[in-house]
T-cell receptor, first 118, second 107 residues
Framework: QVQLVQSGAEVKKPGASVKVSCEAS????????INWVRQATGQGLEWMGY??????????AQNFQGRVTMTRDISTNTAYMYLSSLRSDDTAIYYC????FGEGMDVWGQGTTVTISS | DIQMTQSPSSLSASVGDRVTITCRAS??????LAWYQQKPGKAPKLLIH???TLQSGVPSRFSGSGSGTYFTLTISSLQPEDVATYYC?????????FGGGTKVQIK
């Protein structure tokens, strides 16, 4: 079945970096954009950016410019989100989700909890 | 950037009630508007896209309408399993901003 499976929880110190993976299966990986969305505890959804697997094109929310990088490995159908210079307010659940042009985000990963703590 | 404003932020209604959530965009977004349902501890689930198209498998008691700057999500007969937080999202262009969410509870 169509699914996105994310990597496990991470605990990082302030100033460190984190890399979260999102492995796609059950569909053609290059046919859908991968978006990343995060959610702090008790808060709403925050869009971080997108990556187009077929050509690697990316677009990032202004709040994350300079700190986030989204990449992919087509050979393993895996997308990656790399966030650097971590702060305590980066503590959140990070989701990947697929999206086609003109449609909503129809398949989501299970989420990866990233905790920033000294 | 375009802002997405949802109202109310929370509501409590009885089983069987008709519930309406509104989402306003600060500028026109045509009909590039999606609605998501998120239950506690779960990833969001797509309910509606292009403002009024029901995603496959979503119960028909959910409906969406609107275009431009004003959109609504309606649950025609609220069920216990509809307890969740609902989010709208623009996707006409980046940033793909979400509304602040509406928490729906049973009275």
């Amino acid at each position: 079945q169509v699914q996105l499976v994310q990597s496990g929880a991470e605990v990082k110190k302030p100033g460190a970096s984190v890399k979260v993976s999102c492995e796609a299966s059950g569909y053609t990986f290059t046919s859908y954009d991968i978006n990343w969305v995060r959610q702090a505890t008790g808060q709403g959804l925050e869009w971080m950016g997108y990556m187009k697997p077929h050509n690697g094109e990316t677009g990032y929310a202004q709040n994350f410019q300079g700190r986030v990088t989204m990449t992919r490995d087509i050979s393993t159908n895996t997308a990656y989100m790399y966030l650097s210079s971590l702060r305590s307010d980066d503590t959140a659940i990070y989701y990947c989700a697929r999206k086609q042009f003109g449609e909503g985000m129809d398949v989501w990963g299970q989420g990866t909890t990233v905790t920033i703590s000294s | 950037d375009i802002q997405m404003t949802q109202s109310p932020s929370s509501l409590s209604a009885s089983v069987g009630d008709r519930v309406t959530i509104t989402c306003r965009a600060s500028q026109g977004i045509s009909n590039y508007l999606a609605w998501y349902q998120q239950k506690p501890g779960k990833a969001p689930k797509l309910l509606i896209h292009v403002a009024s198209t029901l995603q496959s498998g979503v119960p028909s008691r959910f409906s969406g309408s609107g275009s431009g700057t004003y959109f609504t999500l309606t649950i025609s007969s609220l069920q216990p399993e509809d307890v969740a937080t609902y989010y709208c999202q623009r996707y006409d262009r980046t940033p793909l901003t979400f509304g602040g969410g509406t928490k729906v509870q049973i009275k």
